[in-house]
């Protein structure tokens, strides 16, 4: 008698689009109906803690052209450096601060564009603090798995020196990928993060 497989086996990967709009933003795509507003786009709670600030950023491809189909997500943690959600070992987070919001690339220059809180040091479970950071997870058409990166602020460049993933990044030229450049904002500030997927200047991405 033969044996039964019981190993699972990976299914080959699929990319997003052309439909990602579609399936995560209805309401961005002409798709009424489905819930109230888009998840990920309502902004911040004007109740949140923290300072307020802007992050805008274009996602570019190899060639150099913008990449305009694109979902852009952002995960971090709130002002005092706890996750959302209840499962960081520090409390429960800000109760006002989700932590997540989600911009699509529809301009004709890819962008994407989040209002958020500055967020606070984060410290790993062995105890050594990460300088203040935000992750985007970035999905489109001709993307098979979700692309992750760091944004980094330049006010912070002396805790950069002790973070545990940028000290892993041997070339100075490929860390600097990943910290933003401040803009001028009205009344808040504004960093711009671009984002480039491949060629000169690429962008360092996670294995996570």
């Known amino acids: 008698m033969a044996s ?3 190993t699972l086996h990976e299914l080959p990967s699929q990319t997003a689009g052309p439909y990602v709009h579609i399936g995560l933003m209805p309401n961005f795509s002409g798709i009424a ?26 996602l570019i491809d190899g ?12 995960w971090q943690a709130d002002s005092d450096g706890v996750y959302p959600g209840g499962t960081d ?19 004709p220059d890819g962008e ?8 606070g040091v984060v410290h790993m479970a062995d105890g050594r603090a990460c300088a203040p950071h935000a992750d985007l997870w970035i999905v489109a058409r001709g993307i098979n798995l979700g ?5 980094y602020f330049p006010e912070d460049s002396a805790a950069h020196a002790t973070d545990p993933l940028l000290a892993r990044i041997e ?37 996570v």
Do not use: M
Not at 37 to 49: E, F, I, S, Y
Not at 147 to 151: A, F, K, P
């Open 171 to 207: 070339d100075p030229r490929r860390a600097a990928t990943l910290v933003a450049t401040r803009e001028g904002g009205e009344g808040r500030p504004l960093y711009r993060f671009d984002v480039r997927l491949q060629g000169d200047g690429e962008t360092v991405f996670l294995d």
């Open 112 to 119: 994407f564009r989040f209002e958020t809180v500055r967020p």
């Open 33 to 58: 109906g489905c819930w109230p507003q888009d998840l990920g786009t309502g902004g911040v709670d004007k109740r949140a803690k923290g300072e307020r600030i802007g992050v805008v950023g274009r």
């Open 4 to 6: 039964r497989d019981e």
């Open 63 to 74: 060639g150099g052209a913008p990449v305009r189909d694109a979902v852009v997500e952002l």
């Open 89 to 107: 070992p520090r409390g429960k987070g800000d109760p006002h601060f989700s932590g997540f919001a989600r911009s699509a690339t529809d301009t």
């Open 147 to 151: 692309l992750h990166t760091r944004v």
